[in-house]
């Protein structure tokens, strides 16, 4: 029966870990489809409004969620209280908002190769907020690993006509900081780790950060953007097509951004900034295919450091989370396994 028992549990794993990977590449995918369609916007169409976007992301995804709980019934709405709204999902929605716009600005300073190897210091921060926050010691092998990782994006991106610039350097830095403390804060929040209420939706947390949002993007169209929208509107096609055009890229934000706080919520905050380097390899081999992108030996060297430094963080991950059974001996008289 104890044996049955325990294979049931092993059972059980088996298949969260396999849904685990189900999730993990439905979020890659949405990713790609997010920075496909925002490149279409931007670069094809010539609509130049970033945080105009994200507004529009932001009210979308709240009407999707009040057509989810109030509409169709599928969800529960979860109320908070203010105090736990002002003391967590502020926050996270603040560090959210910086970290768009520090990444869009820093991007009108040095390129994108550039943009990529500083990011890949992201899952470092988050180890360290993680520490802090969450109060979870990783094992100290982890942080070579990660080294490997941010070195194996340097060698497979071309950094030739690159330019440097430190103002650039400092707001790529400063949104990757913003965005571990984002990722943590919302694991904190997803799992409630150390708190004494229930945890949130992932939902729902999508929800209740689009006012935030609302309120600092706001003012930072009308600062930056409408006054000159006559001169950044450049798009190619008409109203309805572009409108069109943002709410297919909009709902894949929502998924997107739903996926995200589900793979936060069943792995962790540093899991998910691993995994966003592994989507550079495949943004680059689909690139080589169907793209004019040419992969010589030195980046197919970069490609393979990169995956040997994720797959080596989920082999130590899986080592240091899964605790194995315990067999305590019994007296003959009631010999049985007893797994702890």
Known sequence: CIRDRYQRRVRGKTQSAHCTIIVVVIWVALNISCNFFNRILFHHIGWHFPVLLTLSHGVICAMYYLLFTKGFGWFRFEPVTKSYYLKFIIPSGILLCATIVLNNNGLDFIDVASTQIIKSLTPLFTAFFSMLLLRQKQPLIIYPIFLISSLGVYISTDTSTSKVSYTGVTLILSSGLCLAMAVTLQQLILTREGLSTLPLHPMSLVFYTTPVEFLILGPLFFVLEFPSYDERDQSTIG??????LILVDASCVFLLRWVQNITIKSTSALTLTVISQFKFVIVITLSSLFFEYKLDLKKLIGLCLLMIGTTSYGVVRRRHTVKK???QA?????????VL
């Open 239 to 244: 109203f309805i097509p572009l409108t069109l």
């Open 325 to 327: 059974p315990v067999v």
């Open 330 to 338: 019994i007296p003959p008289s009631t010999s049985r396994i007893i």
